[in-house]
């Protein structure tokens, strides 16, 4: 089947404004007529059901969670980036669209990231209208701060709990359509297949989590906002919980998966400390808007720091390789994630690494605790030459602007990051790949749409930082629910679903023989096993940077354990009851099927761009020398897979990607 991403004609900057006036629209009496199912509840799948409900239609939301509020999006810390240019410091719709598109290394669509930097504005507009507590400076307006790989301001927050206070507030706005009856809200119940009849989504299969019971859901059409895929490592900054399933069953039922092994890996995270880790924990990128990275110069400072011996506060300021700042002085410290991640991981694969793993570099807030606190001492009218009182007054400005991260990291790690630099090293975080959709947001399944992080389409190889919450609020209020409508007038008469048909059956029956299989393998080993080892491939020989060999061993590696986790995996307990391990069962054997397909992807694109490094492809000489090489002539398209009943079956489409108005060039950042 040939893509077609329906992206309108005419000039970038009228795209969506003509499509919006072009598109079939479903009067208001009439949406009333008409059911659809969400799947998922974070700040993509909140804000849709609720925008949906208040439009009219009969809204089924559906979340694995106990509550919609215990959604991934809750994790998110730092911001959300809008071009509203209240710094004055010339952002603009265009600089916003043009940081995104070069972010993701001119890999993803014009059309769709000028979309997403024009609405960004009235994503703030609306949650302040919701009583989102953003940060506001001294006059009362909203304060913005920094993120990677810009150079301007755009970066909304509340404090470092931005994601909770964005998901409350479309949380209120669901329970709001909770109460009038146009949402069906189901807890607790999870999704395991997508039900397909006259070649259109028309429903759902889910698994009631509490009982186990099997049900049956029918709408017009089901909308994935189900999050990303981090956890195909095992160890991520993801909930625990979160998965592919969702998405892999759309995939197995006709959805192509697009781009999969564009996966980002986040330079600020707290570093493994051992076997017996389930997760990663993030810091917020917002950190490095004053923290400053860096490692020892001399190896013997590391190994004096790791046996004990030497505190790095010891270490004189010219025994310190700043080494970001030394190697992008444009932009210092807020280099976009791909580039900090890589250069933290050159430091320490080099042997200066300054945990006892040798995988871990610092994050030091002296510099800006002494700067702020000259300031406060300076308007106060106070002695700014008194050390100890500047210290007191800075460590304050920063305990205002991050205190509940600097809480979280000594909470964790038994340390007072105050005192003491952080210590932080990159970890699997966010998937810019996923299924693909045209402008509309709908996948190559009619009727079938996937939003936020589930779907490929506005972040290319690499998402900046404070992108992640833009595009969720973006997809549920702004967009989805204006290109929904088109696909959905031709309904108006349809009436209702039933799901008393053969399609419903064979999906109902599809699902319970997995179940069956699964409880009833008296394997040796639980699921875990198979999880952490299907991990440890991942992150070694698919994860930070890659190479021809390793994804051919990591492939074949993969298709030996999935044989080996359907024939060994052990599940205890039953299926008609409370069964976590059958529910993480489910989920892994989705990982297995979609590690590979990663590999598969990772291999056929043989050049480096954003968050895919493969060790071939490298700038060897030249200001650039050491970063990743992209090809342009060969590899300027979205790689969209079409299953065939195995993951090395998959057969590649390619949506060649059009830049008209913006130019590929270097993506420098020094």
């Given at each position: 089947?040939?893509?077609?991403?329906?992206?309108?004609?005419?000039?970038?900057?009228?795209k969506?404004?003509?499509?919006?006036?072009?598109?079939?629209?479903?009067?208001?009496?009439?949406?009333?007529?008409?059911?659809?199912?969400?799947?998922?509840t974070?700040?993509?799948?909140?804000?849709?059901?609720?925008?949906?409900?208040?439009?009219?239609?009969?809204?089924?939301?559906?979340?694995?969670?106990?509550?919609?509020?215990?959604?991934?999006?809750?994790?998110?810390?730092?911001?959300?980036?809008?071009?509203?240019?209240?710094?004055?410091?010339?952002?603009?719709?265009?600089?916003?669209?043009?940081?995104?598109?070069?972010?993701?290394?001119?890999?993803?669509r014009?059309?769709?990231?000028?979309?997403?930097?024009?609405?960004?504005?009235?994503?703030?507009?609306?949650?302040?209208?919701?009583?989102?507590?953003?940060?506001?400076?001294y006059?009362?307006?909203?304060?913005?701060?920094?993120?990677?790989?810009?150079?301007?301001?755009?970066?909304?927050?509340?404090?470092?709990?931005?994601?909770?206070q964005?998901?409350?507030?479309?949380?209120?706005?669901?329970?709001?359509?909770?109460?009038?009856?146009?949402?069906?809200?189901?807890?607790?119940?999870?999704?395991?297949?997508?039900?397909?009849?006259?070649?259109?989504?028309?429903?759902?299969?889910?698994?009631?989590?509490?009982?186990?019971?099997?049900?049956?859901?029918?709408?017009?059409?089901?909308?994935?906002?189900?999050?990303?895929y981090?956890?195909?490592?095992?160890?991520?900054?993801?909930?625990?919980?979160?998965?592919?399933?969702?998405?892999?069953?759309?995939h197995?039922?006709?959805?192509?998966?697009?781009?999969?092994?564009?996966?980002?890996?986040?330079?600020?995270?707290?570093?493994?400390?051992?076997?017996?880790?389930?997760?990663?924990?993030?810091?917020?990128?917002?950190?490095?808007n004053?923290?400053?990275?860096?490692?020892?110069?001399?190896?013997?400072?590391v190994?004096?720091?790791?046996?004990?011996?030497?505190?790095?506060?010891?270490?004189?300021e010219e025994?310190?390789?700043?080494?970001?700042?030394?190697?992008?002085?444009?932009?210092?410290?807020?280099?976009?994630?791909?580039?900090?991640?890589?250069?933290?991981?050159?430091?320490?694969?080099?042997?200066?690494?300054?945990?006892?793993?040798?995988?871990?570099?610092?994050?030091?807030?002296?510099?800006?605790?002494?700067?702020?606190?000259?300031?406060?001492?300076?308007?106060?009218?106070?002695?700014?030459?008194?050390a100890?009182?500047?210290?007191?007054?800075?460590?304050?400005?920063?305990?205002?602007?991050?205190?509940?991260?600097?809480?979280?990291?000594?909470?964790?790690?038994?340390e007072?990051?105050?005192?003491?630099?952080?210590?932080?090293?990159?970890?699997?975080?966010?998937?810019?790949?996923?299924?693909?959709?045209?402008?509309?947001?709908?996948?190559?399944v009619?009727?079938?749409?996937?939003?936020?992080?589930?779907?490929?389409?506005?972040?290319?190889?690499?998402r900046?930082?404070?992108?992640?919450?833009?595009?969720?609020?973006?997809?549920?209020?702004?967009?989805?629910?204006?290109?929904?409508?088109?696909?959905?007038?031709?309904?108006?008469?349809?009436?209702?679903?039933?799901?008393?048909?053969?399609?419903?059956?064979?999906?109902?029956?599809?699902v319970?023989?997995?179940?069956?299989?699964?409880?009833?393998?008296?394997?040796?080993?639980?699921?875990?096993?198979?999880?952490?080892?299907?991990?440890?491939?991942?992150?070694n020989?698919?994860?930070?940077?890659?190479?021809?060999?390793?994804?051919?061993?990591?492939?074949?590696?993969?298709?030996?354990?999935?044989?080996?986790?359907?024939?060994?995996?052990r599940v205890?307990?039953?299926?008609?009851?409370?069964?976590?391990?059958?529910?993480?069962?489910?989920?892994?054997?989705?990982?297995?099927?979609?590690?590979?397909?990663?590999?598969?992807?990772?291999?056929?694109?043989?050049?480096?761009?954003?968050?895919?490094?493969?060790?071939?492809?490298?700038?060897?000489?030249?200001?650039?020398?050491?970063?990743?090489?992209?090809?342009?002539?060969?590899?300027?398209?979205?790689?969209?897979?079409?299953?065939?009943?195995?993951?090395?079956?998959?057969?590649?489409?390619?949506?060649?990607?059009?830049?008209?108005?913006?130019?590929?060039?270097?993506?420098?950042?020094?």
């Amino acid at each position: 089947m040939a893509l077609d991403s329906k992206i309108p004609q005419g000039p970038l900057a009228d795209k969506w404004t003509k499509h919006k006036n072009d598109i079939n629209l479903v009067n208001p009496a009439n949406k009333r007529l008409i059911d659809v199912i969400v799947v998922g509840t974070g700040l993509a799948g909140g804000s849709a059901a609720a925008t949906l409900a208040e439009l009219g239609y009969n809204v089924k939301a559906f979340c694995f969670q106990d509550s919609p509020r215990r959604a991934h999006s809750i994790a998110a810390q730092g911001g959300i980036n809008a071009a509203k240019n209240y710094q004055g410091d010339g952002d603009s719709t265009y600089r916003l669209f043009y940081d995104t598109v070069k972010g993701g290394d001119y890999r993803s669509r014009e059309a769709n990231v000028y979309r997403l930097a024009e609405v960004s504005a009235n994503i703030i507009d609306q949650c302040v209208a919701q009583g989102v507590p953003f940060a506001r400076d001294y006059g009362g307006l909203l304060d913005n701060r920094s993120f990677g790989g810009v150079l301007v301001s755009r970066t909304f927050y509340a404090k470092g709990q931005t994601g909770q206070q964005l998901l409350l507030g479309a949380y209120s706005a669901m329970n709001r359509q909770i109460g009038r009856g146009k949402i069906k809200m189901y807890n607790r119940h999870e999704m395991l297949d997508v039900v397909i009849v006259d070649g259109k989504a028309r429903g759902i299969i889910t698994r009631n989590l509490v009982t186990g019971e099997i049900e049956r859901h029918s709408a017009h059409a089901v909308v994935l906002g189900t999050g990303g895929y981090g956890n195909v490592f095992f160890l991520s900054t993801n909930a625990m919980g979160s998965n592919v399933t969702a998405a892999w069953k759309a995939h197995k039922r006709g959805a192509y998966f697009a781009n999969p092994c564009y996966t980002q890996i986040h330079p600020t995270c707290i570093p493994v400390s051992g076997d017996h880790q389930s997760k990663l924990t993030l810091m917020s990128e917002s950190l490095r808007n004053d923290g400053r990275i860096w490692v020892p110069k001399h190896m013997k400072d590391v190994e004096a720091i790791r046996a004990g011996k030497l505190k790095p506060t010891q270490i004189a300021e010219e025994d310190r390789d700043y080494y970001l700042e030394r190697r992008y002085p444009a932009f210092g410290n807020l280099v976009p994630r791909d580039v900090a991640s890589r250069a933290a991981k050159e430091r320490c694969d080099a042997g200066y690494g300054v945990n006892a793993t040798g995988e871990a570099v610092y994050l030091d807030f002296a510099s800006a605790i002494m700067r702020y606190g000259k300031e406060q001492a300076h308007i106060k009218g106070l002695n700014e030459d008194d050390a100890a009182l500047v210290k007191k007054l800075g460590q304050e400005v920063v305990k205002t602007k991050y205190g509940n991260l600097f809480q979280m990291y000594e909470k964790i790690v038994d340390e007072n990051p105050y005192e003491t630099p952080m210590m932080i090293y990159p970890a699997v975080h966010y998937t810019m790949g996923g299924i693909w959709v045209d402008y509309n947001l709908q996948t190559t399944v009619p009727g079938l749409y996937a939003i936020g992080e589930a779907n490929f389409s506005d972040h290319g190889a690499n998402r900046l930082g404070a992108s992640a919450l833009m595009q969720g609020l973006a997809d549920g209020y702004f967009v989805l629910p204006y290109t929904i409508g088109d696909y959905l007038a031709d309904d108006i008469r349809t009436g209702p679903i039933s799901t008393n048909s053969p399609e419903f059956d064979e999906a109902e029956k599809n699902v319970r023989e997995i179940i069956d299989k699964l409880v009833n393998n008296n394997g040796k080993h639980p699921v875990d096993y198979f999880h952490k080892r299907l991990g440890k491939i991942m992150w070694n020989k698919v994860g930070m940077s890659r190479n021809e060999k390793g994804l051919k061993e990591a492939i074949d590696e993969i298709a030996a354990l999935r044989k080996e986790f359907w024939e060994d995996v052990r599940v205890p307990g039953g299926a008609n009851e409370f069964n976590e391990e059958l529910a993480k069962a489910a989920r892994v054997a989705d990982f297995l099927e979609l590690g590979e397909l990663f590999a598969k992807d990772a291999l056929h694109r043989s050049e480096s761009c954003g968050g895919h490094f493969r060790e071939e492809s490298v700038e060897e000489d030249g200001p650039q020398k050491g970063e990743a090489k992209r090809d342009d002539n060969n590899f300027t398209y979205v790689a969209a897979w079409e299953y065939k009943g195995e993951p090395k079956d998959a057969v590649l489409h390619k949506e060649d990607l059009e830049f008209n108005d913006i130019e590929l060039k270097q993506r420098s950042y020094k």
